[in-house]
C-alpha cells in the first residue's frame, strides 16, 4: 500500500476507490486485462471494492479472513485496541506476547512462529502510512453491493480467529451469489502459517475452467 513498506507516502490520505485505480494502473502497465484477486484482511476490502468497481477486470475473488467493513460482526474490544497502532510490527517481543489474543489458531501454541513470520525481512514505513491505511476504510462497507458481484468467490476462514469472527464469511458468502465458503482450523494468518493446507484450495478454485 501507498506509505507501506518501501512505498512512497502519497501527498495526502485516500480511499478504496482511490487504491483500486492504482491497482488498474497496475495492470495496465504490466498489461493484463484482467486479474485473478485475493485480499486478506484489510486487504479483503479492497479486494471486494475492486471486484465492485472494476469488475470487468477482475476474474475470480479470493477472500481470505476479511469481513464487510464498519458494518461486522465485530472482534472483541480487547482485540481492536491493540490493532489502532503498528506497534506489533515494530516490537517483535510485542507482537509474540500479543499473537494469541490477536490472531488464534496456531499463534496461541507457538506465537514465537507467527511473529518471525511477520518481522521477516519487513519494513512498516512512515507512521502516516500506517495512519493512511486505517483511515481508508474508515466508515466503509461492502454489505449494499455484495449481492451485485458477478465473480466466482472463494470465501476462505478459520474457526478461531479473533480478528475476524467466522460469522462474518458466513454473512458474505450468504451475500454474494456465485460464492462458496472453505472453513480451516486455524486463525487469522491461516494463509500463512496453514499454506501447505489452503494454498491447494485456492490454487484448485482458480484453476477451475470458467463458465
Do not use: K
Amino acid at each position: 500500500m501507498p506509505g507501506v513498506g518501501g512505498s512512497p507516502l502519497p501527498a495526502l490520505p485516500y480511499r478504496f476507490t482511490g487504491l483500486c485505480r492504482l491497482i488498474a494502473g497496475l495492470l495496465t502497465a504490466l498489461g493484463h486485462d484482467r486479474a485473478d484477486v485475493l485480499g486478506i484482511s484489510w486487504g479483503g476490502g479492497v479486494a471486494q471494492h475492486f471486484a465492485a468497481v472494476r469488475g470487468s477486470r477482475c476474474r475470480r475473488l479470493v477472500l481470505v479472513s476479511t469481513a464487510t467493513g464498519a458494518l461486522m460482526v465485530p472482534a472483541r474490544p480487547a482485540v481492536l485496541r491493540r490493532m489502532v497502532t503498528p506497534r506489533r510490527y515494530l516490537d517483535q517481543g510485542y507482537l509474540r506476547s500479543v499473537a494469541p489474543v490477536l490472531y488464534g489458531g496456531s499463534a496461541r501454541e507457538d506465537p514465537d512462529r507467527v511473529a518471525a513470520f511477520m518481522h521477516g525481512h519487513s519494513r512498516v514505513g512512515s507512521p502516516y502510512g500506517y495512519l493512511y491505511q486505517l483511515a481508508a476504510g474508515a466508515g466503509w462497507t461492502s454489505l449494499p453491493f455484495l449481492p451485485l458481484l458477478r465473480q466466482r468467490t472463494l470465501i476462505v476462514s478459520g474457526d478461531d480467529d479473533p480478528l475476524i469472527p467466522l460469522a462474518n464469511a458466513r454473512l458474505m458468502n450468504a451475500l454474494i451469489p456465485r460464492s462458496r465458503l472453505h472453513v480451516y482450523h486455524g486463525g487469522h494468518l491461516g494463509l500463512v502459517t496453514e499454506a501447505a493446507e489452503l494454498a491447494p484450495v485456492v490454487s484448485r478454485f482458480l484453476g477451475e475452467p470458467d463458465d
